[in-house]
C-alpha cells in the first residue's frame, strides 16, 4: 500500500519551544456534524466614548482616580493587581514529615501588573487602526520593558530608542529599581476569552517569578542552540517557512507571520522578527514600525476570515528582564496569537484527551495559512460588525480544509459560508 499523505492520516507534531507534541485528527472526525454550544459573536455598540468605561479618557475608575484626557495610548498600574509590591513574605506551616518541602513547594511572588489601553476611542478594535498607531501600543511596550530592565542587563545598551516615544503615550507607571524577573505582555481580546470591557487594551505583568511559559521555551531555545553549533531556533524556523511557503500567513521584511507547524489553536498565529531580537529595546525604529504593521495585518485577517470582531488572546514573549548571558543569548522575541473559534460561532474546547493526555486539532495549520492569507489584508469588517453571526445553519457544516486546498483570491473571506 503506497505511504498516504499527512492531511490524509492522523499524526501528531512536535511543538520545539515546549517541547511537547500536538495531536493532529484524522480527516474522518472531521466529517463529524458539529453539535453542542454555540458560541454567539456580538459586535460591540459603536461609540467613540462610554460614560461608564472605567478606560475612556477623564472618566473615573472603581479606586476614584480619574483618567487624564488621553489621546493615544495610556498605561496604568491595574487597580486588582494580581501581584503587588508591598507583599512577599510568607510563612508556611508545614508539619513534621520529610518529604513535605518537596511535595508542598510554595514561593512568593511581588511585581506589579499594568493595563495599556490602546486608544482613547472606545470603540476601536486594533484592527481599525493605522500602523502608526499600533507602533504607539509598542513604542509603550517598549518603554516600560526598558524602565524595568535589571541595571546591569546588557540591553540597557540597546534602550535609546525606547525612549524615543510618540507625544500621544501617557503613563502612570512607578519607576524603582525593582530587580523584577520577567514582562509579559498580553491581551484578553474579546468577551469569548474573558474580556469584559471593550475598550481596547492590553495588560502588562511584571513579576519576581520567571513564568513557566516562557521559561520552558527559553530552555528549548537554549538546548536547540547547544545542540546545532550555536545557531538560533526560531531564525532556523523562519528560514524555513520562507523556504517551504506552505505556512505563512504574511510577511514583510522584518517579521514573519506563520501558523506554525505544531499550532494548537485552529487559527493558532506566530508571528516572527527575520533576525534574532532578544528584547523590544533590541528593535531599531523601522523594525518597530514593521513590527506594528505585522500585528495590524494579523488582526485584519482574523477579521475578514469570519467577517466579525475574531477574538483572540495574544502574548509576547522576550528575554527575562534580569536574564543570565545564556538566557540573554537564547531569547528570540516573538508574538504568539491564539483564537479560540473553529468557525464563527464553535469555540474550540479542551476536553480529557487535551487536558489529560496532550492537545489535538482538526484543520491543518497549512490549511488554517491558506485561509488566513487568503482572506485578504483589506478591512471588511466596517458593513457587518453590527452583525451577530451564528446560524443555525452552520450545524451541517463540515470541515473542509486541507493543505492541497485551493482558494481563489478574492472569493475566500466567505470560505466558512460553503456548505451552508
Ligand atoms: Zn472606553
Ligand atoms: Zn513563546
Same mark, same amino acid.
Given at each position: 500500500?503506497?505511504?498516504?499523505?499527512?492531511?490524509?492520516?492522523?499524526?501528531?507534531? *512536535?511543538?520545539?519551544?515546549?517541547?511537547?507534541?500536538?495531536?493532529?485528527?484524522?480527516?474522518?472526525k472531521n466529517k463529524r456534524p458539529r453539535q453542542g454550544q454555540r458560541e454567539v459573536v456580538t459586535a460591540s455598540e459603536k461609540q467613540a466614548y462610554d460614560p461608564n468605561c472605567y478606560l475612556c479618557p477623564g472618566n473615573t475608575r472603581a479606586n476614584g482616580i480619574r483618567n487624564p484626557e488621553y489621546t493615544g495610548t495610556f498605561a496604568f498600574e491595574n487597580d486588582f493587581s494580581t501581584v503587588r509590591m508591598d507583599e512577599g513574605e510568607c510563612h508556611q506551616h508545614t508539619p513534621e514529615i520529610d518529604v513535605a518541602p518537596d511535595l508542598l513547594r510554595v514561593e512568593p511572588v511581588i511585581g506589579r501588573c499594568y493595563v495599556l489601553t490602546y486608544?482613547?476611542?472606545?470603540? @476601536? +478594535?486594533? $484592527?481599525?487602526?493605522?500602523? /502608526?498607531?499600533?507602533?504607539?501600543?509598542?513604542?509603550?511596550?517598549?518603554?516600560?520593558?526598558?524602565?524595568?530592565?535589571? #541595571?546591569?542587563s546588557p540591553l540597557r545598551m540597546s534602550t535609546t530608542s525606547a525612549d524615543d516615544h510618540g507625544p500621544s503615550s501617557?503613563?502612570?507607571?512607578?519607576?524603582?529599581?525593582?530587580?523584577?524577573?520577567?514582562? !509579559?505582555?498580553?491581551?484578553?481580546?474579546?468577551?469569548?476569552? &474573558?474580556?469584559?470591557?471593550?475598550h481596547p487594551h492590553g495588560q502588562i505583568w511584571i513579576t519576581s517569578s520567571m513564568p513557566d511559559g516562557p521559561s520552558q521555551e527559553i530552555a528549548q531555545m537554549s538546548r536547540y542552540r547547544q545542540y546545532h553549533g550555536g545557531r538560533h531556533m526560531l531564525q532556523d524556523y523562519v528560514r524555513l517557512e520562507m523556504d517551504k511557503e506552505e505556512r505563512i500567513v504574511w510577511q514583510n521584511d522584518g517579521f514573519l507571520a506563520v501558523c506554525p507547524w505544531w499550532a494548537v489553536w485552529p487559527y493558532e498565529v506566530l508571528l516572527l522578527p527575520k533576525r534574532q531580537v532578544r528584547g523590544l529595546v533590541d528593535l531599531s525604529q523601522t523594525e518597530k514600525f514593521q513590527f506594528s504593521e505585522a500585528i495590524?495585518?494579523?488582526?485584519?485577517?482574523?477579521?475578514?476570515?469570519?467577517?466579525?470582531?475574531?477574538? @483572540?488572546?495574544?502574548?509576547?514573549? /522576550?528575554?527575562?528582564? +534580569?536574564?543570565?548571558?545564556?538566557?540573554?543569548?537564547?531569547?528570540?522575541? !516573538?508574538?504568539? =496569537? #491564539?483564537?479560540?473559534?473553529? =468557525?464563527?460561532?464553535?469555540?474550540? *474546547?479542551?476536553? &480529557?484527551?487535551?487536558?489529560?493526555?496532550?492537545?489535538?486539532?482538526?484543520?491543518?495549520?497549512?490549511?488554517?495559512?491558506?485561509?488566513?492569507? !487568503? $482572506? &485578504?489584508?483589506?478591512?471588511?469588517? $466596517?458593513?457587518?460588525?453590527?452583525?451577530?453571526?451564528?446560524?443555525?445553519? /452552520?450545524e451541517e457544516f463540515m470541515l473542509i480544509g486541507s493543505p492541497g486546498e485551493t482558494l481563489r483570491s478574492g472569493e475566500t473571506s466567505s470560505w466558512w459560508r460553503q456548505g451552508l
Open positions: 500500500m503506497a505511504p498516504k499523505k499527512l492531511k490524509d492520516i492522523a499524526h501528531r507534531r *512536535f511543538d520545539p519551544l515546549k517541547g511537547t507534541w500536538v495531536l493532529l485528527a484524522s480527516p474522518q486608544s482613547a476611542i472606545h470603540h @476601536y +478594535n486594533i $484592527s481599525d487602526m493605522t500602523a /502608526q498607531d499600533v507602533l504607539c501600543i509598542v513604542d509603550a511596550w517598549t518603554r516600560i520593558y526598558s524602565r524595568y530592565l535589571s #541595571s546591569d501617557r503613563e502612570e507607571t512607578t519607576l524603582e529599581n525593582t530587580n523584577l524577573r520577567y514582562m !509579559h505582555v498580553f491581551d484578553n481580546n474579546g468577551e469569548i476569552v &474573558g474580556c469584559s470591557n471593550t495590524l495585518q494579523v488582526a485584519k485577517l482574523y477579521d475578514n476570515l469570519f467577517e466579525t470582531t475574531f477574538p @483572540y488572546i495574544s502574548a509576547l514573549h /522576550q528575554a527575562p528582564l +534580569n536574564a543570565t548571558e545564556g538566557e540573554l543569548e537564547s531569547s528570540y522575541l !516573538h508574538m504568539h =496569537f #491564539s483564537p479560540p473559534l473553529l =468557525f464563527p460561532s464553535i469555540k474550540k *474546547f479542551f476536553g &480529557g484527551y487535551e487536558l489529560y493526555a496532550e492537545p489535538t486539532r482538526e484543520i491543518t495549520p497549512e490549511t488554517a495559512a491558506a485561509r488566513l492569507r !487568503h $482572506s &485578504g489584508a483589506q478591512l471588511l469588517m $466596517s458593513s457587518c460588525r453590527s452583525k451577530a453571526v451564528g446560524s443555525q445553519a /452552520q
